[in-house]
């Protein structure tokens, strides 16, 4: 921080502005997909997003919700193949979900199945759903969470927002550390924790 100028000490706005500047990272450096570089922010983040209720969860499907699976999948399938092709699954996506997947997602998900076989079983679709089901209710919590401590509804949190939040989940961390975490979930370093910045280290948290 500069010297103070006649007699006047920097107001805590300016030291915190000053700080959050200061940990900008290189120019066309992103920090997403990185590990948190401090030990002591994973710890911290481990500590705060476990504390925080969201959780992976096993998810089992209703009577119900399983006779749909299995007549999206039979629709799917309109000539009787026993499997869906990659463009069948497309479609039951769209079906179950409402959203037709990307490139890469395909990609994914016809890499995983039996190499045996020319397409997605019934039992490997199910499966798949599950997960998908399982993992779109848990980005639900972490909505509720990030929400909840989004105070002012502006659709990010600031770094009073993450105190407050760090106050109420974990209040022995000590305010250096806290923001340190800011710094470091803050992934594009504009002062501003997004969603996208809050799930990442949410999914981080759970590790």
């Given at each position: 921080?500069?010297?103070?100028?006649g007699?006047?000490?920097?107001?805590?706005?300016?030291?915190?502005?000053?700080?959050?500047?200061?940990?900008?990272?290189?120019p066309?450096v992103?920090?997403?997909?990185?590990?948190?570089?401090?030990?002591?922010?994973?710890?911290?983040v481990?500590m705060?997003?476990?504390?925080?209720?969201?959780?992976?969860?096993?998810?089992?499907?209703?009577?119900?919700e399983?006779k749909?699976?299995?007549?999206?999948?039979?629709?799917?399938?309109?000539?009787?193949?026993?499997y869906?092709s990659?463009?069948?699954?497309?479609?039951?996506?769209?079906?179950?979900?409402?959203?037709?997947?990307?490139?890469?997602?395909?990609?994914?998900?016809?890499s995983?199945?039996?190499?045996?076989?020319s397409g997605?079983?019934?039992?490997?679709?199910?499966?798949i759903?599950?997960?998908?089901?399982?993992?779109?209710?848990?980005?639900?919590?972490?909505?509720?969470?990030?929400?909840?401590?989004?105070?002012?509804?502006?659709g990010?949190?600031?770094?009073?927002?993450?105190?407050?939040?760090?106050?109420?989940?974990?209040p022995?961390?000590?305010?250096?550390?806290?923001?340190?975490?800011?710094?470091?979930?803050?992934?594009?370093?504009?002062?501003?924790?997004?969603?996208?910045?809050?799930?990442?280290?949410?999914?981080?948290?759970?590790?």
């Amino acid at each position: 921080m500069g010297e103070d100028v006649g007699g006047t000490r920097p107001s805590s706005a300016s030291r915190t502005a000053g700080s959050l500047a200061g940990c900008r990272c290189k120019p066309g450096v992103g920090r997403r997909g990185r590990e948190f570089r401090r030990p002591d922010c994973r710890v911290a983040v481990a500590m705060f997003f476990s504390q925080a209720g969201a959780r992976p969860r096993t998810w089992e499907a209703s009577q119900s919700e399983h006779k749909k699976w299995v007549e999206v999948f039979k629709a799917c399938d309109e000539e009787n193949k026993g499997y869906l092709s990659r463009e069948d699954f497309k479609v039951a996506v769209v079906m179950l979900f409402g959203y037709k997947p990307s490139k890469i997602e395909a990609d994914s998900v016809m890499s995983s199945v039996d190499p045996n076989t020319s397409g997605i079983l019934l039992k490997e679709f199910l499966d798949i759903v599950r997960k998908k089901k399982e993992a779109q209710l848990y980005r639900n919590e972490i909505r509720h969470i990030f929400t909840a401590f989004d105070r002012h509804y502006h659709g990010y949190l600031t770094l009073e927002d993450f105190k407050k939040a760090f106050k109420q989940v974990a209040p022995k961390l000590s305010e250096r550390i806290i923001l340190e975490v800011f710094r470091e979930v803050d992934q594009d370093s504009d002062g501003h924790v997004s969603f996208k910045d809050f799930e990442y280290a949410m999914n981080y948290g759970q590790k």
